[in-house]
């Protein structure tokens, strides 16, 4: 069910003026500054609180400091869609980042609750506390609480006014030995679906309002140090200068075309400059300068990187320099989940008409989650790209678009399509997906082979006819995966939990049925060496009984052709179990 226009409109301006709420909880008047565990974030937090609990949720402060709030599912205990961005900002910051994602979110759960709705997986939305690292120079503490990443250490880092991590959470009312508590078990979440604002032009230069996210690129930062010889800047020749800074400028310059050159998504820059002994009339003798290179591929970052140290190297020699260089951060790239990049890119075909794929050039606290649960992000247009400045913008009429197309994705997520998720997924997803099926690789290669299907009948036609061609080789290769009638399947796998449903009718407690089975079932195998099929799905265990005395007499030939009929049949019911999960 889409949220329709005009709802979308209503609740694109609840999130714009919510956004002007949040935005004057600062702790700077007449700008936007709010930092990891001050009073204006724990402000924050009550506030979103407050409207969690409205749009139907139970909301709750973790042990880190995040909001949270919980949207049950159709059924108690299920594992939860997760949603959201962060809380905290930037000193003099724009008012969308990170808090547009938090309440998109919320009015897709109120929007639910409107419509008396509940999903096959809860949803759990998160306002973050501490995405930016504004206040103690660490980032992501909000979300590696929930991955219960969190290095000791943190702790004992400080802040400008000297106080300690640990302190300003007891400050807050937290209790720095209860971090461990935030931390969220892998099965607790399916995967996380962000909604932040793009922080770049791509998507305003295309003229559309939604772009989805291919990966948070992976970054390297380096100290790097250029050293020549001092001199008089009116004695020494031109053609005996060893300028420490002419040979930065000309690396500099190279940088730019080099980067430019390569793949689009690759960015390089010269963040910091600095020049000794830094007087008008001396030559400069050392420079020292920062560089900052991102990709959402290591490997094409790796092989830029060393291009460019190399040109920094070939320029050092040809000037008589030296030319040195530190890497002092590093942070792989994150690619976004294919299934759920799929999910969005539908819901952004269908509310705009096109999808745009686009790579993160800025961190998120999907980079954390990434590490526990597949993660996907979707982007929405800001003005001229701004971000981390007061003149961040978004148009409302962006945001509910954003809101329609986030409401199908969450919808699809955690009550999901099973035959669109199939023909969206990659090979090995989609083989996984059938598995349990049948233990046969070639007719899974074969199913999968043949997407997209349009529909459900098309997917059943098509594995009815590859099967048509199994004989007693398949047969046999299938039922090495097969219980035997009568003992109870064990383990947590899919074909386990087929199996225990198909023979949910045989009645476990009665001794004589299972040592009449258990014999049956050793006279079958005596006489054609092979475990006893039958579809077992709604027959008793008496019936299957007379069943396996009756195929007992069957010829060799005739009875290869009845298994291979139960086997085919039991595929099948399978599979139709797999989408109508």
């Known amino acids: 069910m889409p949220m329709s226009a005009e709802e979308a409109r209503l609740a694109a301006a609840r999130v714009m003026a919510r956004s002007d709420q949040l935005a004057e909880i600062s702790e700077t008047t007449g700008e936007l500054t709010r930092v990891y565990l001050s009073p204006e974030h724990l402000q924050a937090n009550a506030l979103v609180a407050q409207w969690m609990n409205e749009a139907g949720m139970i909301a709750w402060q973790d042990a880190v400091g995040n909001i949270c709030g919980r949207y049950d599912a159709q059924q108690e205990g299920a ?11 930037v000193r003099n910051a724009g008012r969308y980042d990170g808090m547009l994602g938090v309440l998109t979110a919320i009015e897709i759960v109120a929007w639910l609750n409107r419509h008396d709705r509940r999903l096959a997986q809860a949803i759990e939305i998160v306002g973050f506390g501490d995405e930016e ?49 935030a931390a969220r078990l892998p099965e607790e979440f399916s995967a996380s679906l962000e909604l932040h604002i793009e922080q770049g032009p791509v998507l305003e230069g295309e003229d559309l309002a939604l772009g989805v996210v291919t990966a948070i690129n992976g970054a390297r930062r380096l100290n790097c140090r250029f050293d020549g010889e001092a001199g008089h800047a009116g004695t020494v020749p031109m053609a005996h200068r060893r300028d420490a800074l002419a040979g930065a400028a000309e690396w500099m310059l190279a940088i730019e075309q080099l980067t430019q050159a390569s793949d689009p998504t690759l960015v390089a820059t010269v963040g910091t400059l600095n020049c000794q002994p830094g007087a008008v009339n001396v030559i400069p003798g050392s420079v020292t300068l920062s560089l900052d290179i991102r990709s959402p591929s290591d490997d094409m970052r790796e092989a830029l990187l060393a291009t460019l140290l190399e040109k920094a190297r070939q320029i050092a020699q040809r000037r008589g320099l030296t030319f040195s260089h530190d890497i002092f951060y590093t942070t792989p790239a994150t690619p976004c989940d294919p299934v759920l990049q799929a999910t969005l890119v539908h819901a952004c075909e269908t509310v ?35 971000s981390h400045h007061p003149a961040e913008s ?25 035959l669109r998720a199939f023909n969206s997924a990659s090979v090995e997803q989609a083989k996984e997906m059938i ?93 054609f060496g092979r475990v006893f099929l039958i579809r077992a799905k709604g027959r008793s265990g008496e019936k299957i009984l007379a069943n396996l005395n009756q195929r007992l007499k069957n010829s060799d030939a005739d009875e290869i052709q009845e298994a291979l009929r139960q086997l085919r049949q039991i595929t099948q019911l399978r599979l139709q179990g797999v989408f109508a999960r």
């Not at 594992?79 to 900002?89: E, K, R, V, Y």
């Not at 990434?370 to 701004?386: K, N, S, T």
Request: net charge negative; charged share 15%.
């Open 79 to 89: 594992a939860a869609l997760l949603l959201g961005s962060h809380l905290d900002t």
């Open 133 to 181: 690292g504004t206040r103690f120079g660490i980032t992501l503490l909000g979300s590696r609480g929930l991955t219960g990443s969190w290095p000791p250490e943190w702790l004992d880092c400080c802040d400008a006014q000297g106080i300690s991590v640990a302190q300003a959470m007891v400050n807050a009312g937290l209790d720095p030995a209860r971090i461990a508590h």
């Open 352 to 386: 705009q008409g096109r999808a745009l794929s686009l790579p993160s050039g800025a961190g998120h606290d999907s980079m954390a989650l990434a590490e526990r649960w597949p993660v996907a992000m979707l982007f929405v247009r800001c003005a001229g790209g701004i």
């Open 394 to 418: 978004v148009e409302q009429t962006d945001v509910a678009l954003a809101l329609q197309a986030y409401s199908l994705a969450v919808q699809e997520t955690a009550h999901p399509d099973a």
């Open 435 to 527: 598995a349990a099926c049948v233990a046969l690789p070639e007719w899974q290669q074969s199913l999968v082979a043949g997407r997209p299907y349009v529909s459900l009948g098309a997917l059943l036609e098509k594995a009815a006819a590859l099967s048509e061609r199994w004989q007693l080789s398949e047969l046999e290769s299938a039922l090495q995966a097969h219980p035997r009638i009568g003992d109870k399947p064990k383990g947590l796998s899919a074909e386990s939990s087929f199996s225990r449903q198909e023979q949910a009718s045989v009645n476990g407690h009665d001794a004589a049925l299972r040592q009449a089975l258990a014999q049956g079932n050793a006279d079958y195998e005596a006489r």
